[in-house]
T-cell receptor, first 113, second 114 residues
C-alpha cells in the first residue's frame, strides 16, 4: 500500500530564511507526487507536481521540489520565506486505487518576523 | 470559471442526526472524492466515484454514505452511525488525460457536533 510521511509536524523559520519541508513516500511504481498548501479553513492549493522527467520541479510562489528515487523523497524548498507562506503543507502520492491521492499528515509552517 | 463548490461552509449536527454535505463540480471531471481532515492526521479518503452510478469505499467509510446520480454532483451523508463526525471535509475531482493528472479541491465544509 502507498503511504506518505512528513516527519516534521511543525516548523518555524524566520522571514527571509530558507525552507525545506521533508516528504518520504512508499509506492510500488513510479509515483506521481504533489505538494499542496492550505490556509486555515480553506481548501488545498497545488504548489507543484512531479510526473516524470526533470527531477527538480518548479512551482508557484517560488517553491521547488526535488524527486529523489533512491531516497523515496520529494522535499519542498524555498530560498527565502515570506510571512504569507505561513500555512499547512501537504505532500501526496498517487495514483492509488481509484486513482486517489494518499496524503501525509501535513507540516504546519510558522514564520517569525 | 470552473471549479468545485462545497456547501455549506459550516454545518452543525445534533447527536443522532444525519446531515448531507454538498459537492458540485463544473469541470467535467469523471472522478470525485471525499476526504476527511483531522488535525495532525492529514487527509483520509472516505469514498470515491470514478463514474456516474458507481462509487467505492475509501479507508474510513464507516458511518458515511454517498451517491453519484449526476456527473457534476457527489453528496456525502454523515449518518448517526458516525460516532465522531466533527472534522473538516474536503471534496475533490480528478482529471486524467494521457500522462496528465490533476486534482481540484473544494474549499471545504466544517462539521461540528453540538
Amino acid at each position: 500500500a502507498q503511504s506518505v510521511t512528513q516527519p516534521d509536524i511543525h516548523i518555524t523559520v524566520s522571514e527571509g530564511a530558507s525552507l525545506e519541508l521533508r516528504c518520504n513516500y512508499s509506492y510500488g511504481a513510479t509515483p506521481y507526487l504533489f505538494w499542496y498548501v492550505q490556509s486555515p479553513g480553506q481548501g488545498l492549493q497545488l504548489l507543484l507536481k512531479y510526473f516524470s522527467g526533470d527531477t527538480l520541479v518548479q512551482g508557484i510562489k517560488g517553491f521547488e521540489a526535488e524527486f529523489k528515487r533512491s531516497q523515496s523523497s520529494f522535499n519542498l524548498r524555498k530560498p527565502s520565506v515570506h510571512w504569507s507562506d505561513a500555512a499547512e503543507y501537504f505532500c501526496a502520492v498517487g495514483p492509488g486505487a481509484g486513482n486517489m491521492l494518499t496524503f501525509g499528515g501535513g507540516t504546519r509552517l510558522m514564520v517569525k518576523p | 470559471d470552473g471549479g468545485i463548490t462545497q456547501s455549506p461552509k459550516y454545518l452543525f449536527r445534533k447527536e443522532g442526526q444525519n446531515v448531507t454535505l454538498s459537492c458540485e463540480q463544473n469541470l467535467n471531471h469523471d472522478a470525485m472524492y471525499w476526504y476527511r481532515q483531522d488535525p495532525g492526521q492529514g487527509l483520509r479518503l472516505i469514498y470515491y466515484s470514478q463514474i456516474v452510478n458507481d462509487f467505492q469505499k475509501g479507508d474510513i467509510a464507516e458511518g458515511y454514505s454517498v451517491s453519484r446520480e449526476k456527473k457534476e454532483s457527489f453528496p456525502l451523508t454523515v449518518t448517526s452511525a458516525q460516532k465522531n463526525p466533527t472534522a473538516f471535509y474536503l471534496c475533490a475531482s480528478r482529471l486524467w488525460q494521457g500522462d496528465f493528472v490533476g486534482y481540484t479541491f473544494g474549499s471545504g465544509t466544517r462539521l461540528t457536533v453540538v
